[in-house]
């Protein structure tokens, strides 16, 4: 069975700051991530996806994600925070097949001016 | 582009009502999702349509939720009888297809079993 691991409920930086939230992930197979960004009272918005190719995936709004299939990570990460980025922010594995996807618990960040 | 739509945005009943919850997908997206989201987790799969047909339901109560997709299009879910821990917000994605295709989400219905 697919798994996702957010080990950080909370991520806390300052503006200007580097940001990265970790992800790592079980699944058998050639994993599918995604990130995806939740705003208090809204549904989830996608960031960024890596199916293959590049270990660097660029996404929206500035922020990147780093695929190390060694250390089976999918890491998001942004070289400087602003406090708009501020947010609940989760990982998802999908099942290659079927397309089921499966979460992470999501890990807050919140970013200080 | 008009975005995945659900309604109501929020519903409040007591324990033992029943509820049903509505989404309308993206146009010409084949694959739709329902997810319940419990305060502090991620979202759980519920049940994935390909077209009007169940792909994957293996988390769904059955003995009291239950889910069509009729025409393939719009789709509707129900609580019936509810219980206190359904309290959640009940969220609904499309996608074109399953695979690598990504998922769009609708902002959720708040739902509150007292």
């Known amino acids: ?113 | 582009e008009a975005g995945v739509a659900q309604s109501p945005r929020y519903k409040i009943i007591e324990k033992r009502q029943s509820v049903a919850f509505w989404c309308n997908p993206i146009s010409g997206h084949a694959t739709l999702y329902w997810y319940q989201q419990i305060l502090g987790q991620g979202p759980k799969l519920l049940i994935q349509f390909q077209n009007n047909g169940v792909v994957d339901d293996s988390q769904l109560p059955k003995d009291r939720f239950s889910a069509e997709r009729l025409k393939g299009v719009d789709s509707t879910l129900k609580i019936q009888p509810a219980k206190l821990e359904d309290s959640a917000v009940y969220l609904c994605a499309s996608s074109a297809s399953t695979g690598t295709d990504t998922q769009y989400f609708g902002p959720g219905t708040r739902l509150t079993v007292l």
Do not use: M
Not at chain 1, 18 to 26: A, D, E, F, N
Not at chain 1, 57 to 72: L, P, R
């Open chain 1, 1 to 113: 069975a697919q798994s996702v691991a957010q080990p950080e409920d909370q991520v806390n930086v300052a503006e200007g700051n580097p940001l990265t939230v970790k992800c790592t992930y079980s699944v058998s197979g050639n994993p599918y991530l995604f990130w995806y960004v939740q705003y208090p009272n809204r549904g989830l918005q996608f960031l960024l996806k890596y199916i293959t190719g590049d270990n660097l995936v660029k996404g929206s709004y500035g922020f990147e994600a780093e695929f190390n299939k060694s250390q089976t990570s999918f890491h998001l990460k942004k070289p400087s925070a602003l406090v708009s980025d501020s947010a609940l922010y989760f990982c998802a594995v999908r099942d290659p097949l079927r397309g089921k996807s499966t979460f992470g618990d999501g890990t807050t960040l919140t970013v200080k001016p």
